[in-house]
């Protein structure tokens, strides 16, 4: 699970760059989706039950 979890934020660490081509809005839905990943270890089921954060789009 976290080697997942670890994965998933490095794909999404293009988002938080200063120079990312998105807008402050999508910014912030990719600040708050890896907020998630980082608690995802905090879910009730974990680690046999995880329920994933939905990648933005």
Same mark, same amino acid.
């Given at each position: 699970?976290?080697?997942?979890? !670890? %994965?998933?934020?490095?794909?999404?660490? %293009?988002? =938080?760059?200063? +120079?990312?081509?998105?807008?402050?809005? !999508?910014?912030?839905? %990719?600040?708050?989706?890896?907020?998630?990943?980082? +608690?995802?270890? =905090? =879910?009730?089921?974990?680690?046999?039950?995880?329920?994933?954060?939905?990648?933005?789009?």
């Amino acid at each position: 699970m976290r080697a997942k979890r !670890d %994965w998933l934020l490095a794909e999404s660490d %293009w988002t =938080q760059l200063a +120079d990312c081509p998105i807008d402050e809005v !999508d910014r912030l839905v %990719w600040f708050e989706y890896r907020a998630e990943l980082r +608690d995802v270890h =905090q =879910q009730g089921g974990f680690p046999g039950v995880v329920d994933w954060p939905e990648i933005p789009e």
